[in-house]
């Protein structure tokens, strides 16, 4: 006579088919934190080149005060978010008219500044700051 209860059914698993099943997993989660880990790591060094070629005298009047406070990934491949703040003193329409025209330039920047095959494509969007204003 054998039981048949629900409970029991973990026992009946063959361990070498459950080890199989775990180092799948344990693959799969190490390549996704190490991806992971490549594109916090492009994001830095994007947010850097952009932040140096901004500083740089020249680039657009008024411009060279903005900083990248972030840099994340956007949704679609090859595309990355650019969180930038500027100071109040500019008008946000202006900082953005002056950022489209000189977007290839700082894209050209930053494919000098990484390792990549294509340079990624970059969205400018307004830092948001938690607790308002500083100052």
Do not use: W
């Amino acid at each position: 006579m054998s039981k048949h209860n629900r409970g029991e059914a973990s026992s009946v698993v063959d361990p070498d088919f459950a080890e199989a099943l775990e180092e799948d997993s344990s693959k799969r989660d190490s390549a996704g934190r190490r991806a992971e880990h490549k594109t916090r790591q492009l994001c830095r060094q994007v947010q850097r080149a952009l932040n140096l070629a901004l500083a740089e005298r020249g680039l657009d009047l008024g411009l060279e005060e903005l900083y990248v406070d972030e840099v994340t990934p956007a949704a679609g491949c090859g595309r990355l978010l650019v969180h930038f703040v500027a100071p109040s003193s500019l008008s946000l329409p202006d900082v953005l008219v002056g950022l489209g025209r000189i977007a290839p330039r700082l894209r050209a920047e930053v494919a000098r500044a990484i390792s990549r095959k294509h340079a990624p494509e970059l969205s400018f969007i307004p830092a948001v700051r938690a607790g308002g204003r500083d100052g």
